[in-house]
């Protein structure tokens, strides 16, 4: 008999809805106005985000009705399957049976284009023609590409340098679906000017190109400023895939002990986890969740819970949640995607509240577990995925020392057919094993606004 191994659902069980965990939490930080330092007004949100989207991200409503037209968008490669992992289990000779959502199947091989669908509709619908992003591995700037070229709009992409270097079919992706892709920083707005003339080859970060994108927005209304990760409304669109893995565990008879994810911005581990947490918090099961971060940005296990702003010049919002300081350039990990020097408000309120444990974890023992999830499972992860994979491993091995056979679901974000220059650093025994400076730590939190305290 065939052992099943791949839960898979059909089109009319898509989400109806997102799930918005504001609904279900004590307290949620108002954002502050970078301008006034007070909460910030609808005025302010809606000059880069859409009504809809702001409604969203305000909203304490349990869930937002998923629009027709996107779930539509979604069919084409949702619902995504769910595996369980038995050749990584053997290999391990662990009793835990290991479970992943696959979020690789998406057309740009990650789990972002679950938000960016949704985002270019509400754009759309509000008279915006084009979309403009910011990028670090280049899997955001990837899926607005696509979303914009689904929605017949433009697309306007700023990539942090050592990510454009290190990744050129990010690059050719992103132009393939009509985007135009720009290394941040640039001399096209005054923020990658400044960075430019103290330090002509500066590796980039997020914080920066996304000062950029947000210049260029505020400067011309046809754009609309699009968000990876972080926003609450980003956090929501991502529960699709956390309502599509509970269903799918119904189906495997089985049900999470542990549930693991990696954490850049935090939206593909909120996806995951925040329907889980909703069951627990109305009476489920009880469930470790663990965020996998790296070692080298490591915001949930370092950084301070404190108001900071989301970019390097300060413009956007300030939020409250855990920083390393908005002047924090981490080392040029491989995973780009989890270079980020915050995280998304609910999850650091879900970590503060001891609802979520965080773990930091290196990048060669996480590229170790992601080869040997390749060997055994025939999927190459991406870097980001890799810590996912690597903290499910540890669980494993430690199931296998306590001789206890748990349940553990992890979040495998997306495919690394795109990054197999790193894979190759890996195997040649020549990729860094970043740590994080003390020098970089301290200049990091020390630019965490003193005006405002958590
Ligand atoms: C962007 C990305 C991440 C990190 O983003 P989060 O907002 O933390 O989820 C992780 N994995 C992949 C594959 C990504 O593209």
């Known amino acids: 008999m065939i052992e099943p191994v791949r839960f898979e659902l059909s089109a009319r069980d898509l989400p109806e809805t997102w799930y918005n965990i504001a609904a279900d939490l004590d307290y949620v930080a108002p954002v502050l106005s970078p301008a006034t330092g007070k909460p910030v007004t609808r005025d302010e949100m809606t000059r880069t985000m859409p009504e809809a989207l702001v409604d969203q991200e305000l909203s304490r409503e349990a869930e937002f009705e998923i629009p027709g037209e996107v779930r539509q968008f979604y069919a084409r490669w949702r619902p995504a399957p769910l ?76 990539m942090v340098n050592v990510s454009f270097q290190q990744k050129p079919y990010r690059r050719a992706l992103m132009e393939t679906f009509g985007a135009s892709c720009t290394p941040s920083p640039s001399m096209e707005t005054e923020a990658g000017r400044a960075v430019l003339k103290e330090n002509p080859d500066h590796p980039g970060s997020l914080g920066i190109a996304k000062s950029e994108a947000l210049q260029v927005a505020f400067s011309d209304p046809r754009w609309g400023y699009t968000r990876g990760s972080a926003l609450n409304h980003v956090c929501a669109h991502q529960t699709v895939i956390g309502q599509e893995a509970l269903l799918q565990m119904e189906m495997a008879g089985d049900y999470p002990d542990i549930v693991v994810g990696c954490a850049g911005g935090g939206s593909n581990l909120a996806g995951l986890s925040f329907p889980f947490l909703r069951a627990q918090l109305h009476g489920g099961p009880k469930i470790r969740f663990i965020a996998a971060e790296p070692a080298a940005c490591p915001s ?19 939020t409250r949640t855990h920083t390393l300081g908005h002047q924090f350039v981490p080392p040029s990990v491989h995973a780009g995607g989890l270079r980020a020097h915050n995280i998304a408000p609910l999850v650091s309120r ?43 491993v540890n669980e494993a091995i430690r199931c296998r020392e306590e001789g206890v056979g748990k349940t553990i679901l992890f979040g495998l974000s997306g495919h ?29 939190l020390e630019s965490i606004p003193k005006l405002v305290n958590a």
């Open 350 to 392: 879900v970590v503060e509240e001891g609802l979520m444990e965080a773990v930091a974890l290196r990048q060669r023992d996480c590229f170790e577990a992601g080869v040997l999830f390749a060997r055994t499972e025939g999927i190459v992860p991406a870097p980001e995925s890799t810590h996912a994979i690597r903290g499910a």
């Open 300 to 318: 949930l296990t370092q950084g301070r819970i404190a108001y900071d702003y989301s970019d390097t010049a300060g413009l956007t919002s300030l």
């Open 416 to 444: 690394g057919n795109f990054d197999l220059s790193a894979y190759d650093r890996y195997l040649s025994g020549s990729l860094a094993d970043d740590s994080i400076d003390p020098g970089a730590l301290e200049h990091g």
């Open 83 to 158: 595996l369980r992992a038995r050749g990584l289990e053997k290999v391990l000779d662990t009793p835990a049976r290991i479970y992943f959502k696959y979020e690789g199947v998406a057309p740009t091989g990650s789990f972002k284009p679950n938000s960016a669908i949704p985002q270019a509709y509400y754009n759309k619908r509000a008279g915006r023609t084009g979309l403009i992003a910011e990028t670090g591995a280049g899997q955001w700037g990837s899926a607005v590409a696509f979303a914009a070229s689904l929605f017949g709009m433009d697309a306007k992409v700023f």
